[in-house]
């Protein structure tokens, strides 16, 4: 199995631990830093048929129709060229084999307070439009060669968010690749745009908590 921009290797680790003495999994991210961290998050879950490559998921050097299984886990939005990666992707699979991945829907929390109050200033953050519904998933995957085996949307999260917390997450979030654009900007923009986005999340809190509702699409594709 190949985990896509397996970041701290959240879902890597999950597979290797069903997987066990049974199959091998490889989690492949382009930066170090998390892959330092999902390398001790094996070493601590003393799992030893996983690995950690570092390496761009848009390009990945595996040898075509190697794999059974792929996942890419709330990053297929990031890649530049989702088409393209997605043919990539389904050359690395053997026949029979499949994919899946997850891609944020609308309404996104509070990445899309923040993506529309830096709209308004002129930055455009907009990402993933091209993914964000279960139709849209569906001609991504045929389009790639693929067919699909199941698409659902689904709601990860209607808990409300404490005001405090997702002003935190906002200034946490900023050193993400998809808000680039944000940190990117003038002070002066910068600031206008948190001071947008602390207003409508203010606007829209009832009792100090912040409506947070997290959709995502959910999409398995199989190779024929
Ligand atoms: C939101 S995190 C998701 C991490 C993990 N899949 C999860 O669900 O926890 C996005 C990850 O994608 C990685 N990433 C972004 N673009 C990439 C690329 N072109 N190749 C490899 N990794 C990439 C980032 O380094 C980051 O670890």
């Known amino acids: 199995m190949l985990d896509l921009a397996t970041g701290t290797g959240l879902v890597a680790l999950q597979v290797a631990k069903i997987l066990g003495s049974s199959g091998r999994v490889i ?4 930066s170090a830093g998390m892959l330092a961290a999902a390398r001790r998050n094996a070493e601590a879950a003393e799992l030893s048929n996983v690995q950690f490559e570092l390496g761009d998921a848009e390009k990945p ?4 129709i190697s794999f059974d299984r792929l996942f890419c886990a709330s990053a297929l939005v990031l890649m530049s060229n989702i088409p393209s990666a997605l043919r990539c992707w389904r050359d690395l699979l053997k026949p029979g084999g499949t994919i899946a991945f997850d891609t944020p829907s609308k309404p996104f929390g509070f990445s899309q307070r923040a993506s529309d109050a830096a709209l308004r200033h002129g930055v455009d953050l907009r990402y993933g ?10 001609a991504l995957v045929e389009q ?3 067919e699909v085996v199941n698409i659902r949307r689904e709601v990860a999260s209607v808990a409300p968010i404490a005001l405090d917390q997702m002003i935190e997450m906002y200034d946490e979030r900023l050193d993400h690749p998809a808000w ?3 940190k990117e900007s003038g002070a002066g923009i910068r600031a ?8 409508s999340a203010s606007g829209d809190a009832i009792d100090g908590a912040v409506p947070n509702e997290i959709a995502l699409c959910l999409t398995i594709a199989q190779k024929r």
Do not use: M, Q
């Open 61 to 64: 050097s595996f040898d075509a």
């Open 180 to 182: 680039r654009g944000i």
């Open 129 to 138: 439009e091209v993914a964000d519904t279960p139709g849209k998933c569906r």
């Open 144 to 146: 790639a060669g693929l």
């Open 27 to 30: 989690g492949l991210d382009n």
């Open 192 to 199: 206008a745009i948190r001071a947008d986005y602390i207003r």
